[in-house]
T-cell receptor, first 114, second 109 residues
């Protein structure tokens, strides 16, 4: 029962570097999401996707890009890493049945930018 | 934007005690959810509430969807050491989900 799988679990980047955070789910969910969680805070939505080929901005999209070429994968890209992007990143997915279906989360990617 | 105020920020209780935490918003939500997050892991859904006034239980956990659709509470009865963690409320409208800042629960044996 893999659910939502995120890689890598930890990463340290230098300012200005780029990287892609990977997320894959095996539940055939149409909806996928990327959140960031800063210390002592709740999660904030970066981007989401309602299906392959469709993505939309969330609450805090600046500095990030996403793509959704398959139902299973929803990678998050940082093009020019900045210290403000140091955070824990969570990917989530939910089914398409009905509205407001609960989201299932991965275990997170801890990213530090120095 | 929609803001969720979750309280208390932290709680230190004795094993066996009951716990209550709540979440309020300035905006209406169609769904209220409660998640628990253990260190190094993602949030895990505890209870989902879909109707105003709804009261739902999951074992020792009980949550209610406020009648105004702007608030929700979570109760944990007879706490045990494994209840330790951070509890998050979330309000959801379609694909937009907003989280509270969390309640950090410590249970002393």
């Amino acid at each position: 029962n893999a659910g939502v799988t995120q890689t890598p679990k930890f990463r340290i980047l230098k300012i200005g570097q780029s990287m892609t955070l990977q997320c894959t789910q095996d539940m055939n969910h149409n909806y996928m999401y990327w959140y960031r969680q800063d210390p002592g805070m709740g999660l904030k939505l970066i981007y989401y996707s309602v299906g392959a080929g469709i993505t939309d901005k969330g609450e805090v999209p600046n500095g990030y890009n996403v793509s959704r070429s398959t139902t299973e994968d929803f990678p998050l890209r940082l093009e020019l890493a900045a210290p403000s992007q140091t955070s824990v990143y969570f990917c989530a997915s939910s089914s398409m049945r009905g509205v407001s279906q609960p989201q299932h989360f991965g275990d997170g990617t801890r990213l530090s930018i120095l | 934007g929609q803001q969720l105020n979750q309280s208390p920020q932290s709680m230190f209780i004795q094993e066996g005690e009951d716990v209550s935490m709540n979440c309020t918003s300035s905006s209406i939500f169609n769904t209220w959810l409660w998640y628990k997050q253990d260190p190094g892991e993602g949030p895990v859904l505890l209870i989902a509430l879909y109707k105003a006034g709804e009261l739902t239980s999951n074992g020792r956990l009980t949550a209610q969807f406020g009648i105004t659709r702007k608030d929700s509470f979570l109760n944990i009865s007879a706490s045990i050491p494994s209840d330790v963690g951070i509890y998050f409320c979330a309000g959801q409208n379609n694909n937009d989900m907003r989280f509270g800042a969390g309640t950090r629960l410590t249970v002393k044996p």
